[in-house]
């Protein structure tokens, strides 16, 4: 069944309305909304506590979108790509990264003059790593490019304190950028 040139699955036509769910004239999804305000709309309305322990994922409840890849396969993924333009498109994913049984990272991808690259991962573990797509403590930091050479803490706009890494023998300077104080 073809609905404004969406193709439905049969399960979906047959309960479109019945369910509270409508595809609109101009092409927008409503799944739990017969009034979607978006391209696609998941309007739930529960109450479950969330978990993070839960085995689920808890993606029996109202309000969640699962992506599901069934492969098995070590470093096979599931996720979301985002697209900005029509032409010279840039991409930035989001992805779940199967790294063994039961095991999962988490990867972010953006993409600069048309190079794509994962900056940030988040490890089975509960390592982070920015720059770094194997991160060996809680946060990782790597850069190869000259200006991002350590961190800084802003507030309002103003640089406050930097942590900056000066040069190939591994010192390291700490700025408070507010008092001029450098150790």
Known sequence: TNYNNVTAPYTLAQNLNADGNNITAVGSLGIGT?????????????????????????????????????????????????????SNVGISRISS???????????????????????????????????????????????????ARGISIDQSGAERVKLLYTNSSGSFDINNVTAGYTS
Do not use: C, W
């Not at 529960?46 to 109202?62: E, L």
């Not at 509960?126 to 990782?140: D, H, K, M, V």
């Open 34 to 86: 017969t009034s979607p305000l978006h391209k696609v709309d998941i309007m739930g309305d529960a109450s479950t506590a969330y978990d993070a322990t839960s085995d689920s994922g808890q993606s029996n409840h109202d309000a969640t979108l699962q992506v599901f890849n069934k492969n098995t396969t070590d470093e096979s993924f599931a996720g979301l790509v985002f697209r900005n333009r029509n």
């Open 97 to 147: 990264i199967s790294k063994g049984f039961a095991t999962t990272d988490m990867s972010f991808v953006t993409e600069h003059n048309n190079t794509k690259s994962e900056k940030l991962r988040i490890t089975s573990e509960g390592n982070t790593g920015i720059g770094t797509s194997s991160p060996n403590q809680l946060l990782s930091l790597n850069s190869t490019a000259s200006t």
